[in-house]
């Protein structure tokens, strides 16, 4: 039996029934009839056989023992999901047997049985094992399917990892283009804003209010494009660089944002309220801290005229993540807004307000890098809370 190819195996019928006469006549009928037939000499042996696979299993009730029906028991319940090995099993003609009776409650869950009630005629016999064979077969066909599912899912696995590499080189080396795209825009533009400054100081007399007038205004063009340049530094290093994680204490990131901004402050009259908990988040300073800036940096910028800032800042603990929010009672963002404003160059409200539309994508860049969420609550008119929520640590 060990030159059998994986092919015939899988054709074989197993013959167990007990060994004497009976048993070879079976044998010889059933080969004659065309099967491939290997005949088992005890259950152990048939449960080795259909380890190694077989289209059906023939089994006499006389050859099911109480200590052998667990064995059967457990090898058809070790099948594969694509399997449902037919079983035939000859019963005599009167009540089934205890141990038949106990077979069917142990295959309650599982089992593809078929009962042939002795006497029987041959043909009976026959046609009931080619219908297991064909039963066996379609079996089969479900594997081959499942298998070239399987390759199918493993070959497109492998595309997406492929596809996923060539687009993070992609991102990775647009970023570093933007980066020294932005850098080499600094220096010409230095030397222009240091030759308007010139012509300023040293023609600006010379010029008619018309010119005064066009000088202003491509001052102010270079200080916005300054600070568009500046802003889009921040947002490639936050992206580009590997960021270092560790603990940072909460109050002190806050208080050390709230100093940056002493001068606003100052000139704004703004009102500051700081509540937050002791606590630290898992996170990167610099970049907490640029966050909190920039949350800061718009509820100075976003007020109802004529009215100085009123901001409060505090922290909230939830189970192991940490969120400290910036609140500001100024002109809001209606909710349609919401997700939007996080997006490069988003901005609602262009002319009134200064500004790049960078600072929203640089905070929602740094969370990200910090393995934390990002998110506002408000109303129009009603002012704006803008929150960071990172693991605490
Ligand atoms: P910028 O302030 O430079 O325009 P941001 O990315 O910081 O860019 O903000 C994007 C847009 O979101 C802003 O243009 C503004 O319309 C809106 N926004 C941000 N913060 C606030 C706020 N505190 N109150 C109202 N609107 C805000």
Not at 13 to 18: F, Q
Not at 22 to 40: N, Y
Not at 300 to 305: A, E
Request: aromatic content about 6%; charged content about 25%.
């Amino acid at each position: 039996m060990s030159d059998i190819t994986p092919d015939a195996l899988e054709e074989r019928l197993l013959l167990l029934t007990p060994t004497g006469t009976d048993s070879t006549s079976a044998h010889e009928v059933l080969t004659r009839s065309g099967f491939l037939v290997t005949p088992c000499t005890d259950m152990a042996h048939a449960c080795h056989e259909i380890y190694r696979g077989c289209a059906a299993l023939l089994i006499a009730e006389e050859s099911l023992g109480r200590d052998n029906i667990s064995g059967l028991a457990d090898r058809i319940r070790s099948q594969p999901p694509w399997s449902d090995l037919p079983i035939i099993l000859l019963t005599g003609r009167s009540h089934l047997t205890q141990h038949t009776s106990e077979l069917f409650e142990l295959f309650q869950d599982r089992g593809n049985i078929t009962l042939l009630e002795r006497p029987f005629r041959i043909n009976t016999l026959l046609s009931t094992l080619r219908m297991a064979l064909r039963s066996r077969r379609r079996q089969y066909e479900v594997r081959g399917l499942l298998e070239q599912v399987q390759r199918a899912n493993i070959e497109l696995e492998g595309r997406v990892a492929e596809r996923t590499a060539q687009l993070n080189s992609s991102v990775k080396s647009l970023e570093s283009f933007c980066y020294s795209l932005s850098h080499d825009l600094r220096a010409p533009l230095r030397a222009i804003r240091s030759f308007m400054n010139v012509i300023e100081q040293d023609y600006g007399g010379r010029l008619d209010d018309e010119g005064r007038q066009l000088l202003s205004r491509v001052r102010v063009a270079g200080e916005r494009m300054d600070a568009l340049i500046n802003d889009l530094l921040t947002l490639s290093r936050v992206t580009q660089s590997d960021v270092p994680l560790g603990p940072v204490d909460v109050p002190r990131v806050i208080a050390l944002a709230v100093e940056d901004m002493r001068d606003e402050i100052e000139k704004t009259r703004a009102e500051v309220r700081l509540e937050p908990l002791e606590g630290k988040v898992r996170a990167n300073p610099v970049i907490l801290r640029q966050v909190l800036e920039n949350f800061l940096s718009n509820a100075f910028k976003y007020t109802r005229k004529n009215e100085p800032p009123r901001i409060h800042i505090w922290s909230e603990r939830q189970d192991n993540r940490i969120r400290i929010s910036v609140k500001d009672h100024g002109i809001g963002v209606a909710p349609e807004h919401h997700s939007r404003i996080f997006d490069l160059f988003r901005r609602l409200h262009s002319s009134e307000y200064p500004g790049t539309g960078v600072g929203l994508a640089i905070a929602k860049a740094g969370a990200e890098r910090m393995l934390g969420e990002i998110g506002v609550c408000s109303e129009n008119g009603t002012g704006s809370c803008f929150w960071i929520e990172l693991q605490a640590a």
